[in-house]
């Protein structure tokens, strides 16, 4: 069975840094490009950040860009996102999301965490 | 970047009707090799989203057959023939064609009446 666990959601003061991480299970994690997408309290998806199968493609949001950086650990089967310059628009449930397809594949969201919450407040 | 524009944002349907969700791209979503990158999502209350709909109209493993997609280019639907009480919840829709820049639907609420 697939199984995604993100962690290390915090409160954080603005300006401050912190990385949340995604523990993925039940599948050939190198194979996959893998996702983190965020919901602020109350409010719809916002896509933040992908990268490819071998970490060699990045690709991130306007709104993260220069802020957040996305990386992976094939060899510990585990996602990561280092946000630093936090601000209060950076408050959400943090969701890492599994490609549908291996390699290659369209970009579709086959399967979710259930979320790690990052709130950034003074 | 591409918008997506869903309608309704909020639909109100009596138990084993019909309901139906619309979704609306600014620019075409077939991507250069002929698919078109375009997933419906479905979030529960309380609950993480799950994927329903991928490449337009193909249901995504488990998904009951109730529901179906359809649509092409810049439109796209979201249909659900008889609505069970565990379809409440939020239903969006998202592009991955462009896929540097995804960008999902505002999302629509999906009540029983």
């Known amino acids: 069975e697939v199984q995604l666990v993100e962690s290390g959601g915090a409160v954080v003061q603005p300006g401050g840094s912190l990385r949340v991480s995604c523990s993925a299970s039940?599948?050939?994690?190198?194979?996959?490009?893998m996702h983190w997408v965020r919901q602020p309290p109350r409010k719809g998806l916002e896509w933040v950040s992908l990268i490819n199968w071998d970490g060699s493609r990045t690709y991130y949001a306007d709104s993260v860009k220069g802020r957040f950086t996305i990386s992976r650990d094939n060899s510990k089967n585990s996602l990561y996102l280092q946000m630093n310059s936090l601000t209060v628009e950076d408050t959400a449930l943090y969701y890492c999301?599994?490609?549908?397809?291996?390699?290659?594949?369209?970009?579709?969201?086959?399967?979710w965490g259930q979320g790690t919450l990052v709130t950034v407040s003074s | 970047d591409i918008v997506m524009t869903q309608t309704p944002l909020f639909s109100s349907v009596t138990l084993g009707q019909p309901a139906s969700i619309s979704c609306r791209s600014s620019?075409?979503?077939?991507?250069?090799?002929?698919?078109?990158?375009l997933s419906w999502l479905q979030q529960r209350p309380g609950l993480r989203p799950r994927l329903l709909i991928y490449n337009i109209s193909d249901r995504f493993s488990g998904v009951p057959d109730r529901f179906s997609g359809s649509g092409a280019g810049t439109d796209s639907t979201l249909k659900i023939s008889r609505v069970e009480a565990e379809d409440v919840g939020v239903y969006y829709c998202m592009q991955t064609t462009q896929f540097s820049r995804v960008t999902f639907g505002q999302g629509t609420k999906l009540e029983i009446k």
């Open positions: 999301a599994k490609n549908l397809g291996p390699g290659v594949s369209p970009y579709y969201f086959g399967c």
């Open positions: 039940g599948f050939t994690f190198k194979d996959y490009t």
């Open positions: 620019q075409s979503l077939v991507h250069s090799g002929g698919d078109t990158h």
